[in-house]
């Protein structure tokens, strides 16, 4: 699994990953099946089901985006080494922005962490590390 957090109305970390992420899938040829992308959203006021469903397949539709409750997703991130905080923002939608964490994880099969990369990792080399590790 390729975990990020992040939130749909981010101006440029979390595009620029999802953007990242789609490349490796497309690279991955045939072996695309055996990894799943998982989009974790940080923003449930905004980031509602719908909000997620029309978002994230811009990127690619193998990307699965999830959402929760406040609560649900503070219970999921504190399993993961992140954080999240909502910033106010005049100029952001709704009047704020969330300043996060900007990793992507790699998890194997049997859900254990094996790995992540930090922003601004390219796919080439997010594909080059998947290779060796399938």
């Not at 979390?14 to 899938?25: D, G, Y």
């Not at 094996?114 to 922003?119: A, F, G, I, N, R």
Request: aromatic content about 12%.
């Amino acid at each position: 699994m390729l975990i990020f957090f992040g939130f749909a109305n981010c101006p440029d970390v979390c595009p620029t990953t999802l953007a990242e992420v789609a490349a490796v899938m497309d690279g991955l040829d045939g072996d695309a099946d055996k990894v799943q992308p998982i989009f974790i959203s940080i923003d449930p006021e905004r980031d509602t089901p719908q909000a997620l469903a029309e978002f994230v397949p811009l990127f690619d539709e193998r990307i699965i985006g999830l959402t929760g409750t406040p609560e649900q997703i503070a219970a999921t991130s504190d399993t993961f080494p992140i954080y999240f905080e909502r910033i106010d923002d005049a100029s952001a939608p709704d009047g704020y922005t969330m300043g996060h964490s900007s990793h992507l994880f790699l998890f194997d099969g049997q859900a254990g962490f094996v790995d992540s990369w930090p922003y601004g990792t390219t796919a080439e080399e997010i594909l080059t590390d998947l290779r060796k590790r399938m």
